[in-house]
């Protein structure tokens, strides 16, 4: 077994720089998409733009989820109460399980796959493999992290945050890249250094300004 870089714990809160859209119930509970096909199998979807997320809530009002609500939550703790959500779904039914497709931007996807078939790979290949694309650039761009000194690998899950980014570096004549979020991961873990920075999302940006402001807010009353 291969010794892990940094904790996979560790990895996993670096997620905390990605916003997803959830549907909730009037009363707060998930508000799952039951296919007929596998009825015991219920899914969550995790939307990346809050858009993608609305236009399912849309659809999901026409059943039986009068009231839901879009509400953001960062990745890393998406995918915690995720867990604890399935665990409580087979401790209930033990046929019964849960998935949570994480839902990328389609810009951001049909990006992606321009840059893999300029790159010679097959459609069929990108299809199955490519669920939520992460750009990156070769020769790396770097990035110091905010309260740090040290200049990291930067990894960007918005495509138009990645050309921001490459303006800013004199003279760059690199060449775009880009991997599943999967593969990212599994690199930042089995990386000898903790060397890579998840760029905040534009998302996660307002999601987190958000959650401030309502912190003040409160503190205020």
Do not use: C
């Amino acid at each position: 077994m291969p010794v892990l870089a940094i904790p996979e714990a560790e990895a996993i809160k670096k997620l905390e720089a990605v916003a997803v859209y959830v549907v909730v119930s009037a009363e707060g509970q998930p508000a799952f998409v039951v296919d007929e096909e596998s009825p015991d199998q219920l899914v969550l979807p995790m939307f990346m733009k809050a858009e993608r997320a609305q236009q399912a809530q849309e659809t999901l009002e026409t059943g039986s989820n009068e009231g839901s609500r879009v509400v953001p939550l960062l990745l890393n703790i998406a995918l915690e109460r995720n867990e604890k959500l399935a665990q409580e779904i087979r401790a209930q039914d033990e046929n019964a399980s849960l998935v949570t497709p994480l839902v990328p931007a389609q810009e951001d996807w049909q990006k992606a796959e321009e840059i893999l078939l300029a790159q010679g790979i097959a459609q069929d290949e990108i299809d199955q493999t490519l669920t939520v694309p992460v750009f990156f650039t070769d020769p790396f761009i770097t990035i110091k992290p905010p309260g740090t000194d040290e200049a990291k690998i930067a990894l960007f899950f918005n495509y138009s945050q990645l050309q921001q980014a490459k303006q800013t570096v004199p003279d760059f004549d690199g060449e775009d890249k880009v991997v599943d979020w999967r593969h990212a991961i599994n690199t930042i873990i089995q990386y000898e250094e903790d060397s890579y920075f998840l760029f905040p999302t534009e998302d996660a940006i307002r999601t987190i300004q958000a959650q401030q402001e309502a912190q003040e807010q409160e503190a205020q009353e």
